[in-house]
Structure formats: C-alpha cells, structure tokens
C-alpha cells in the first residue's frame, strides 16, 4: 500500500517527472478531487494494483483508499470505517504539558540566574545568592563573644592559649 504524504503540493520539476506520474484522486464520499503525485517505482512494484491510503485533510475531511493500476489510473476507492487520530507533534505536546503538570511544583521552585540552578522546595523566604547566605552565617558567627566561643569551643583551645586565658583559669573542667 502506498501512502501519499501530506507534505507533497502537486508541484514538480523536469526530473520530478521521470519519477513520479499525476493521478486525480476522487473522494468517494464528499466526490472533492485532486491531483497528486505518485511514484513510479512504487507503482512498478505492485503485481497489479497499488493500494493507495489518502490521509484525512489532504483532499477533503475523508480518509480513503485508492487502487492505482500500472497505467496510474484509479480502478476503485474504498471508504475508511476508522482512521486512528495520530499526530506526532500533537503526541509530543501532550507529553510535554503532562510532564509539567506532573512537575508543576518543582518547576515553580527552580531558580535560574545565568548559569547558576538552585531548587528551594520551601519558597518561603526571598532567594539569596549561595554566596551571600556564607557571608550571612559568617558574619553570625563573627558576632559571638569570646566567653559564647570559649563555651562552644573549649575543648579545642589549647591551654596557654593567652586570648582564652581568664576562662581557662575559671574552668573547672580543665582542672
């Protein structure tokens, strides 16, 4: 069975012709026609006639069936009790739009900033640049005094050490 394309216009060149020969195809239902272009190797092929499918919207709203003999002319139609609805662009967008919808969360919470990508599940506070959230906590941790430092700390400050020496001295568990 050939499949005519629905790309093809019925336009063609001096070398198009060696290839290929017109045939006016006829609804058989609504009777719209149109000529289109058919290859001849297609049609030599064939032990007698070629099944032809014509695609709804590339004559009329009707997808059917032709049968071409080896002179390329039109020996009978068939009507198409059912034609699956396949449109592979159509397919692809309704995955795509699935897989978003399936995402939706995670791509609300996706930040980009050229080519930096952070995910913050919680959106709840103002996005801050990685670098700017250490500077944050360093500066934190700068504001400590010395005795909150001695207390999270002490078992690592050496004993001599001069700047820590009042709180080692009152340190009963350095004793």
């Known amino acids: 069975m050939a499949i005519i394309n629905k790309k093809e216009d019925g336009n063609s060149d001096k070398s198009s012709n060696l290839i290929s020969e017109s045939v006016q195809f006829i609804c058989p239902i609504c009777k719209s026609s149109k000529v289109l272009k058919i290859s001849k190797s297609v049609i030599k ?3 007698s006639l070629t099944s032809v499918s014509i695609p709804s919207g590339l004559i009329c709203k009707h997808s059917f069936q032709a049968f071409v003999d080896k002179q390329f002319k039109v020996r009978g139609y068939q009507k198409v009790d059912f034609e699956f609805d396949y449109n592979p662009n159509k397919v692809k967008q309704e995955i795509i739009h699935k897989f978003y919808k ?5 791509f609300k919470n996706l930040i980009i900033k050229g080519n930096n990508l952070n995910y913050n599940p919680n959106n709840s506070k103002e996005y801050k640049e990685p670098k700017q959230e250490k500077e944050e906590k360093h500066q934190q941790k700068k504001e400590m005094s010395l005795e909150e430092i001695y207390e999270e700390f002490w078992e690592f400050i050496d004993g001599d ?5 009042e709180f080692i001295i009152n340190d009963s568990r350095r004793h």
Do not use: I, R
């Open 45 to 47: 092929q064939a032990n």
């Open 102 to 106: 399936d995402n939706e969360e995670l």
């Open 161 to 165: 050490n001069l700047e820590f020496k």
